[in-house]
């Protein structure tokens, strides 16, 4: 499964848009984004994925360049309770494992 | 719906005790998996299981092994306790893709084992 990488942390302000980038440069064709993140001291919850379309749900949007090479989670008004470690994972078509790098922690402002 | 279920949620062991993580879902998921986190770090893959009677070994199985007897739960046992297995353990489960056109592997996770050895 191919490598990501995401900044270490950001910081954004309340109900502003917080954008978490993520490069996946060696993506295969095969290979889904996914997007979990965790919340202090709970376990992983799952956002949204996508595979090369642009994808929204009630919790994130989620955009894809064309090349797949990078994708972008967005949060469109940011509260208190997104401060949280996101995670992005490159997951092949079939496969169960997921692996979890580093993240990006998220903190979001009054 | 209690969704993914870890007892106990704290425990301290002393230096080769033995001890069983049991993870119960209640989704009728296929798989499961146990992971662990050492502080600062990003989960690992324990042992992880495709469906009842299954097991598998993920990036960290050493000193640990598993059993799905049931569908529904999946234990995580230690049976010579170690300082360096001092973490916090997560139980998830998903279900199976129905389809092989549809990649899904959505995963939900129980909220943790907190396990200490002196």
């Known amino acids: 499964d191919a490598k990501t990488t995401q900044p270490p942390s950001m910081d954004c302000a309340e109900g502003r848009a917080a954008n978490l980038p993520c490069n996946h440069s060696?993506?295969?064709?095969?290979?889904?984004v996914y997007w979990y993140r965790q919340i202090h001291s709970q376990g992983p919850q799952y956002i949204i994925h996508g595979l090369k379309n642009n994808e929204t749900n009630e919790m994130a949007s989620l955009i894809i360049t064309e090349d797949r090479k990078s994708s972008t989670l967005i949060l469109p008004h940011a509260t208190l309770r997104d401060t949280a470690v996101y995670y992005c994972?490159?997951?092949?078509?079939?496969?169960?494992?997921?692996?979890f790098g580093q993240g990006t922690r998220l903190t979001i402002n009054p | 719906n209690a969704g993914v279920t870890q007892t106990p949620k704290f425990r301290v062991l002393k230096t080769g005790q033995s001890m069983t993580l049991l993870c119960a879902q209640d989704?009728?998921?296929?798989?499961m998996y146990w992971y662990r986190q050492d502080p600062g770090m990003g989960l690992r893959l324990i042992h992880y299981?495709?469906?009842?009677?299954?097991?598998a070994k993920g990036e960290v199985p050493d000193g640990y092994n598993v059993s799905r007897l049931k569908k529904q739960n999946f234990l995580l046992g230690l049976e010579s306790a170690a300082p360096s297995q001092t973490s916090v353990y997560f139980c998830?489960?998903?279900?199976?893709?129905?389809?092989?056109?549809?990649?899904?592997?959505?995963?939900?996770f129980g909220a943790g084992t907190r396990l200490s050895v002196l």
């Open positions: 060696t993506i295969s064709g095969n290979e889904y």
């Open positions: 998830a489960s998903s279900e199976q893709s129905g389809s092989m056109t549809l990649a899904k592997n959505i995963q939900y």
């Open positions: 299981s495709v469906g009842e009677g299954t097991t």
């Open positions: 994972i490159v997951l092949r078509k079939g496969a169960q494992k997921l692996v």
């Open positions: 989704m009728n998921h296929e798989y």
